[in-house]
Nanobody, 122 residues
Framework: QVFLVESGGGLVQTGGSLRLSCLAYGFRLDHHAIGWFRQAPGKERERVSCITTDGSSVYADSVKGRFTVSRDNAGNTVYLQMNALKPEDTAVYSC????????????????WGQGTQVTVSS
């Protein structure tokens, strides 16, 4: 069985920080590009970041300069460090793998985790 599990969400004040983790079970994350997505109530899902197998990363304009994605291949985990959080960052954050493996950040995504809630109070 293969799946992803996100953790690290919570309630923080504006300007605070959180680090989200995306842990893979049943497969090796280092074979995949990993995307971080978020979805707020009533809004469409948005990709906030993606990291390739060689460590290159891309970010949505809305989080550029505040969020940093990284990977720990030995730990089979990808992280999303979120700093200077704003109320508009409030959403459920999920990670997903590129589909098929090797497609990279410009491809499709699958094997979604269940998500972790991030709430930023004003």
């Amino acid at each position: 069985q293969v799946f992803l599990v996100e953790s690290g969400g919570g309630l923080v004040q504006t300007g605070g920080s959180l680090r989200l983790s995306c842990l893979a079970y049943g497969f090796r994350l280092d074979h995949h590009a990993i995307g971080w997505f978020r979805q707020a109530p009533g809004k469409e899902r948005e990709r906030v970041s993606c990291i390739t197998t060689d460590g290159s990363s891309v970010y949505a304009d809305s989080v550029k300069g505040r969020f940093t994605v990284s990977r720990d291949n030995a730990g089979n985990t990808v992280y999303l460090q979120m700093n200077a959080l704003k109320p508009e960052d409030t959403a459920v954050y999920s990670c997903a793998t590129d589909v098929p493996s090797g497609a990279g950040c410009s491809g499709d995504f699958g094997s979604w985790g269940q998500g972790t809630q991030v709430t930023v109070s004003s």
